[in-house]
């Protein structure tokens, strides 16, 4: 199959308000990257890719746009400013603005940044910096309040264990939650109307536990599990399942993981890896998945894997639809 794609000129690379010319690929797709974000816009449908790392302390700050109808895959990059280079930022598609939300994440000096965006399917708005510094933490819009609600993260000196919400401007609500962790996978669950939470880092390891967000408190509703702790896991709901998915991630042996799991009411079912001969997407971390409402997919693109000491970035395009992965372009 091939991927085709239209190349923009380069974006400009916004250090928060923005400046600087960001690198971009040479290639007709975002090329290898890992903590990037990746959302599906259900009104136009199509995939917004943004920032993440080609390698380690490399952040980007372009913007890519995808179209993937059967097996076929379009790339486009779009050509206009938009936030500053950066990686792990949190996002979610905001359906009664329309746009998909971002915030915060790590900048191309390794700063944590605090600012929010929008895009509208044709350009970046800033929205303006807050009190709430994150990077590696999640967020998810919560339909029963149009809100938008995050979790947790690295604020540049330590691992927080705050939860926020936005509605307009961000509010840190005054709440007890999970304990402090980054890197976790985060989905919400239309069926029970609650925000899953699974897995994460802190300073002194992983965990393995499930919480879950009902718009007013947080529950734990599962583990620890023996050996199942992960971290850099990424987490989307799938209708089809009736459950949240969670994939890939990291260990704690440091071991990227090619698992497909599926979390329900605190129970966490592996689906199983794909067998000998089976196509599918091999370990990996510091990915996202996202769903594509229109096909009844999810879709993930890239991560992280290792090779010996050496940090590799994947720039492989994947979707799963239900019972198996399928590869949507040649990407290596």
């Known amino acids: 199959m091939r991927t085709t794609g239209v190349f923009g000129l380069a974006l400009l690379a916004l250090a928060s308000a923005g400046c600087g010319p960001a690198p971009v690929p ?10 990037h974000a990746f959302v599906y816009d259900p009104l136009r449908d199509n995939v917004v890719l943004f920032g993440g790392a080609p390698r380690r302390g490399e952040y980007r700050g372009d913007t890519w746009i995808l179209s993937a109808t059967g097996g076929e895959a379009r790339w486009r990059l779009h050509d206009g400013p938009g936030p500053g280079a950066r990686g792990f930022a949190a996002t979610a598609f905001h359906p009664e603005r329309g746009t998909v939300m971002l915030h915060g994440g790590r900048g191309a000096d390794g700063s944590t940044l605090t600012d929010t965006w929008e895009w509208d399917g044709a350009s970046w708005r800033s929205l303006g910096a807050s009190e709430y510094r994150a ?9 029963e309040s149009g ?11 330590g691992v927080l264990g705050s939860t926020w919400s936005w509605d307009g401007v961000w509010t840190q609500v005054d709440i007890d939650g999970p304990p402090p962790r980054s890197a976790f996978g985060l989905a919400y669950d239309p069926g029970r109307r609650r925000a899953v939470l699974h897995g994460g880092l802190w300073i002194n390891g992983q965990y393995a ?10 529950r734990q509703v599962g583990g620890p599990y ?5 971290d850099h896991n990424s987490m989307s709901y799938f209708p089809a399942a009736g459950r949240v998915l969670s994939f890939g991630g990291k260990n704690y042996r440091y071991q990227p993981l090619a698992r497909l799991s599926a979390i329900r009411e605190g129970r966490v079912q592996s689906l199983g890896a794909a067998g000998e001969g089976v196509e599918a997407p091999t370990p990996r971390h510091s990915t996202d998945l996202t769903y ?24 492989d395009l994947w979707a799963w639809d239900g019972e198996s992965w399928s590869r949507l372009d040649p990407a290596d």
């Open 209 to 218: 536990d499930v919480w879950e967000w009902d718009g007013v408190a947080w």
């Open 226 to 230: 023996d050996n199942s702790s992960v």
């Open 292 to 315: 594509d409402s229109r096909r009844g997919r999810l879709l993930l693109y890239g991560g992280k894997y290792y090779r010996l000491d050496e940090q590799l970035a994947l720039a």
């Open 26 to 35: 040479e290639e007709p797709h975002p090329g290898p990257r890992w903590g």
């Open 147 to 157: 809100s938008l609600v995050a979790f947790g993260g690295w604020d540049g000196d």
């Open 135 to 143: 990077d590696h933490h999640r967020m998810v819009h919560l339909p």
